[in-house]
Nanobody
């Protein structure tokens, strides 16, 4: 069982930055691939970024590539999402997720993840 708690959301102006963090419980954090997803009002949940168990592999949605950076610290059981050059369309609830099974390259599929956090609101004003 893994519990995930996100933090760091808030209100920021367009062009600004935020850093989201996700703290995980348990001793086997390094055995999970970690992802960030987001859901805007009236829209489906969409993938944002993923980092492999060893942090060697990172993957991003095209909409955030070059602006967002995912990282993890397996010693501290945390995964972070640095968000720069934020746009109003980045406004959403951001969720941290953990997956213990092989992803088969499909990091962007929500049901590949076993555990989810409660989400943190990010609002970008124009």
């Amino acid at each position: 069982q893994v519990q995930l708690v996100e933090s760091g959301g808030g209100l920021v102006q367009a062009g600004g930055s935020l850093r989201l963090s996700c703290a995980a419980s348990g001793r086997t954090f390094s055995s999970y691939g970690m992802g960030w997803f987001r859901q805007a009002p009236g829209k489906e949940r969409e993938p944002v970024a993923h980092i492999s168990r060893s942090a060697i592999g990172t993957y991003y949605a095209d909409s955030v590539k070059g602006r967002f950076t995912i990282s993890r610290d397996n010693a501290k059981n945390t995964v972070s999402l640095q968000m720069n050059s934020l746009k109003p369309e980045d406004t959403a609830v951001y969720y941290c997720a953990a997956g213990g099974r092989p992803f088969g390259g499909m990091w962007y599929v929500a049901n590949k993840y076993d555990y989810w956090g409660q989400g943190t609101q990010v609002t970008v004003s124009s």
